[in-house]
């Protein structure tokens, strides 16, 4: 353990940052991976296709909410444990660890159970049609069961790269995907289980991922070890893992929200073709998203522990390290959408009306990823450093106060380009505002500990 922390806290920060953030990214991979290549098996099976497609892509804020719920206390647990490392408490870390689990279980059981019980007048209000309804309902009621495992590996997954386990911890999520990769289609074009086949897949990868997190986290000379008599909830340990974990999971439940209102935009000014155009634009956009949403990860453990070690000045550099990163990540992106887009979309064999939409859909959505880039970036310093109030206002400007009524003020003008057109425009207006809070909060740091900052 010594070594881990001494290593956080004295060697360079761009080496640090490169080192936790490439396994971080290679495990946020996994989750783009998952859907993506479930798209692209669904595209090309049996009894399958383009309303296959759109009944996923109806299905995806649920999914979103799951994952968000695992983000909610993994992020939160993650970042906790990195301060206590800082702090040099032991028992808070091992008792976050236990307090985390506990927890992911109590509340992703508790909305599985929920989605069964309401399953069909739930998909009736995210938007499902006559053709799409029969993909959607049979993809969710066996994708449901493998959310606890998937959250619990989330759980883990973020505790052991916090801990100063990153290598390990994308290796395990890689099994995962592998082994996602080589079921799937078994289970698609073999057994031709069709929608059922994609997510009883990810399921059987998501439970063998976790087991082995938890033999990691059973061994006794691990920074962290799970204990059975830490197992218990601790109101303290708790409210510690939700205050900090609420700023992401309101974040991607908001996406979730947005996503709704952009089928129900899409519905309305256009036709099913727009709606299975976003689904397939938008599971690719994921893509840059969750490799920024890796760097975060990345920096997460090394702000969080200098921010509860006093080290300021390593604080702000790894965060404007990260900024840089995050806005080249996102250029990338954006030269993808708007030079390969064609290409991009054609593994979903797509008929060719539905490619030329989503090709068009790519260019309009990533055009401001190295924004998303930036902004994401300044959120997750917030969470770092104990301040989810600020990371929540960020995230929920972005959706509810710029994106929403954009969806519904623009179309009246524009109709289906006004839809298109607000993703856009909201991420140019919630970076600004992103940006000025930054800076005040970098201002308020520097006067506070009054480190010389290069």
């Known amino acids: 353990m010594g070594s881990i922390l001494n290593r956080l806290e004295s ?200 087991v082995i997190f938890m033999i990691h986290f059973l061994e006794r000379n691990n920074t962290l070890t799970l204990h059975k008599h830490k197992l218990n909830l601790d109101k303290k340990i708790v409210w510690a893992i939700m205050s900090i974990g609420v700023s992401p999971f309101l974040m991607q439940v908001a996406a979730s929200i947005v996503v709704f209102f952009i089928n129900n935009r899409l519905s309305t000014y256009g036709d099913s073709i727009a709606i299975e155009a976003y689904a397939i634009a938008n599971r690719l956009n994921l893509i840059i998203v969750l490799i920024i949403v890796g760097l975060t990860q990345g920096m997460q453990p090394i702000v969080g522990y200098n921010y509860g070690a006093n080290k300021i000045e390593r604080v702000i550099s790894t965060v404007n390290q990260a900024i840089k990163a995050g806005i080249g990540i996102g250029f990338i992106g954006l030269i993808g959408g708007l030079f390969f887009s064609d290409i991009a979309v054609s593994p979903f064999n797509p008929t060719p009306a539905l490619a030329s939409k989503a090709s068009g859909v790519l260019k309009i959505i990533t055009i401001v990823l190295p924004l998303s880039g930036l902004q994401m970036v300044i959120s997750n310093f917030f969470q770092s450093i104990g301040m989810p109030t600020k990371a929540i206002m960020l995230s929920l400007t972005r959706q509810f106060l710029f994106l929403v009524p954009l969806l519904f003020i623009l179309p009246l003008f524009f109709q289906l380009d006004g839809v298109w057109f607000s993703i856009p425009l909201a991420d140019v207006a919630s970076t600004i505002f992103a940006v000025i809070i930054y800076i005040g909060q970098i201002h308020k740091l520097k006067e506070k500990y009054t480190y010389a900052i290069d």
């Open 11 to 210: 060697e360079q920060t761009t080496k640090l940052l490169r080192e936790y953030s490439i396994s971080a990214i290679i495990g946020s991979l996994v989750v783009a991976i998952y859907n993506i290549v479930d798209s692209i098996y669904i595209g090309h099976g049996p009894n399958l296709g383009d309303h296959a497609i759109g009944g996923l892509g109806l299905v995806f804020p649920i999914m979103t909410f799951f994952t968000a719920l695992g983000a909610f206390v993994g992020t939160g647990a993650a970042t906790r444990v990195a301060i206590y490392m800082g702090e040099g408490c032991k028992d808070k870390m091992d008792r976050a660890l236990g307090n985390a689990l506990v927890l992911i279980i109590l509340l992703t059981g508790f909305f599985v159970l929920l989605t069964y019980i309401f399953i069909d007048p739930l998909l009736h209000i995210i938007g499902a049609t006559q053709d799409t309804y029969h993909f959607a309902r049979e993809f969710l009621i066996y994708y449901l069961p493998c959310c606890i495992f998937l959250n619990l590996g989330f759980v883990l997954s973020s505790v052991m790269h916090a801990s100063g386990y990153p290598q390990k911890a994308m290796y395990i999520m890689l099994l995962g995907v592998i082994l996602n990769i080589i079921l799937a289609p078994i289970f698609i074009f073999i057994f031709e289980w069709g929608m059922r086949g994609a997510a009883i897949a990810t399921s059987i990868a998501a439970f063998i991922s976790f």
